[in-house]
């Protein structure tokens, strides 16, 4: 028996052919529970009738895009989980969109078109190497620094920062 069987996946896309695609790659990958939803209002919904234990969300779609959706998740007063591991697709993987997304709180994100081994990386991620979430300065989420580099000399912003002399 996989891992992943345990997992509740919701799965936001405008695309039902890549909805459709996506489910049937994380089935192949051994999850069985997967609730699928057509924007990010619809996954906003979902999530407060029943919680997930990770969401895939499209970066575009109306009316409510994944960028949103995430923003809503991380900050709003009557979110359903604000430490919900989000995954976020898409098929505009340009350097400012990553940015947008990692900076509205996402955990993860993949490029389309989407592959199994490059989703089942993030899945992966987020269960296996989750990073804290911070607060501050307006933002709510996943740590963005991916790397402590322990030669780094620059200035300490964070009170969780260590201090060195």
Known sequence: MSALQSLDILLADDNPNMRAIVSAMLKSIGVTRV????????????LKTRPADLAIVDFRMLPVDGVTFTQLIRT?????????????MTGHSEKRRVT??????????????VNAPALLARIEAVILRPRPFIRGGGYFGPDRRRTHADSYTGPFRRAGDAVID
């Open 76 to 88: 709003a007063p009557d979110s359903p989980n604000p430490y919900l591991p989000i995954i976020m």
């Open 100 to 113: 947008e997304a990692r900076d509205a709180g996402v955990t993860e994100f993949v490029a389309k078109p």
């Open 35 to 46: 609730r699928e939803v057509d924007d990010g209002s619809a996954a906003l919904e979902a």
